[in-house]
């Protein structure tokens, strides 16, 4: 019979037809470390994410056209002279609503339905379970069969509203190459392209992208284009994982480098222009 402990008899490794050892790891090693680090890594970014999209400063350079991906597209009536790139239909917002509305919760629920954050977070935040061989203090298991978690499957729409917004960081891109006089090249142009490009190898490889490019095919021999896009987002998906903590990075950098060079802290330094 399995043993009783203070823990719930139907949880984790104290369950029925489990092996009848009452600690709740004989794991000896630190697999404490990597949930750890990931809830700390996302933590970070969430807050600075946050905080970011809500003080609405420094998030456009009108010299060189550089705009944080926070802030963009900036569709409002309240967002600075120049930084509205599509029209301002949405007219003045309140200071309580972030001026990037309309895209964050789209890109957070791309994020948090994406299969890699999944895993990530239901082994570091919700502990279910925190580690292989190591109990979870969850009662119950009910998978993603029911509210809230049934929306994990929508993953594939947020994933078609995210290629749109990688769209519009790459029209971002292109317009910061830009100077006075036209042409320009400064490093937040790089840091600006380079973030596009990594948002769209992130976006490319994910799961649903690949299912969605080589799925539910017969023959591949007869579908030579599917083909070969399934291929180029098979090799990309298997750095999914790296990508999706990149492009957190990459999304960081660029916002903060666009605040500093806004704010006047520093001055972009100039390639061409
Ligand atoms: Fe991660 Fe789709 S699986 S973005």
Redesign the pocket.
Not at 113 to 117: E, G, L, S, V
Not at 205 to 209: D, E, F, L, N, W
């Given at each position: 019979a399995p043993v009783k402990t203070s823990e719930s008899s139907t949880t984790g490794v104290f369950s029925r037809g489990r092996a009848a050892i009452s600690a709740r790891t004989l794991r000896t090693d630190r697999w404490w470390v990597p949930p750890a680090t990931t809830v700390l890594g996302l933590a970070a970014f969430v807050i600075y994410a946050t905080v970011r999209s809500f003080v609405r400063s420094a998030y456009w350079v009108p010299d060189f056209h550089y705009l944080t991906p926070f802030y963009s597209p900036c569709l409002s009536a309240s967002c600075v002279t120049g930084s509205s790139h599509f029209g301002t239909p949405i007219g003045h917002l309140p200071m309580w609503i972030p001026l990037g509305f309309l895209v964050l919760p789209f890109l957070l629920l791309?994020?948090l339905?994406?299969?890699?954050?999944r895993k990530a977070y239901y082994r570091s935040v919700w502990m279910a379970p925190p580690a292989c061989a190591v109990a979870e203090p969850h009662a119950k298991y009910t998978g993603e069969t029911r509210l809230p978690l049934i929306i994990q499957n929508a993953?594939r729409y947020f994933?078609y509203v995210?290629v749109i917004i990688s769209v519009i960081n790459t029209y971002d891109a292109v317009i910061s190459f830009h100077a006075a006089d036209g042409f320009g090249i400064g490093l937040g142009t790089l840091i600006i392209t380079g973030n596009a490009l990594l948002l769209w190898a992130?976006?490319l490889?994910?799961?649903?992208?690949r299912h969605i490019a080589g799925g539910r095919l017969k023959h591949f021999s007869q579908h030579p284009v599917r083909y070969r896009f399934w291929t180029v987002v098979s090799k990309l998906n298997t750095r999914?994982m790296q990508l999706?903590w990149t492009t957190l990075g990459t999304l960081v950098l660029t916002d903060f480098y666009v605040m500093l060079v806004a704010s006047g802290t520093i001055s972009d330094p100039r390639l061409i222009g």
């Open positions: 791309f994020r339905t994406c299969y890699y954050y993953h994933f995210a992130y976006t490889s994910c799961h649903s992208c999914h999706a």
